[in-house]
Nanobody
Framework: QVQLLESGGGLVQPGGSLRLSCAASGSIFSINAMGWHRQAPGKQRELVATITSGGSTNYGVSVKGRFTISRDNAKNTVYLQLNSLKPEDTAVYYC??????????????WGQGTQVTVSS
């Protein structure tokens, strides 16, 4: 059973920082792209950032320049550094990954989500 487990969410003041982590566990051959999305109450889920296995990154317009995605392939873990946080960044943050179980089997997985609340 392949799972993604997020951690690092919480309550932070505007202008503050947080670091989210997402670790994949289970019988994994390799992990391709990994990413973060978020969903605020009453809004659609939106892209935050993605990173390929080679380290190429892509960011949503609203977070570019403030958030940084990175990964540790040896630990099957993706990180999201959130800086200069704004109240509008408040949302549940979900990680996702494209995981190769064997040379002929690739699946997508989502984590359970971690709450980030930006408020004074």
């Amino acid at each position: 059973q392949v799972q993604l487990l997020e951690s690092g969410g919480g309550l932070v003041q505007p202008g503050g920082s947080l670091r989210l982590s997402c670790a994949a566990s289970g019988s994994i051959f390799s992990i391709n792209a990994m990413g973060w999305h978020r969903q605020a109450p009453g809004k659609q889920r939106e892209l935050v950032a993605t990173i390929t296995s080679g380290g190429s990154t892509n960011y949503g317009v609203s977070v570019k320049g403030r958030f940084t995605i990175s990964r540790d392939n040896a630990k099957n873990t993706v990180y999201l550094q959130l800086n200069s946080l704004k109240p509008e960044d408040t949302a549940v943050y979900y990680c996702n990954a494209d995981i190769t179980l064997s040379p002929r089997s690739t699946i997508g997985r989502w984590g359970q989500g971690t709450q980030v609340t930006v408020s004074s």
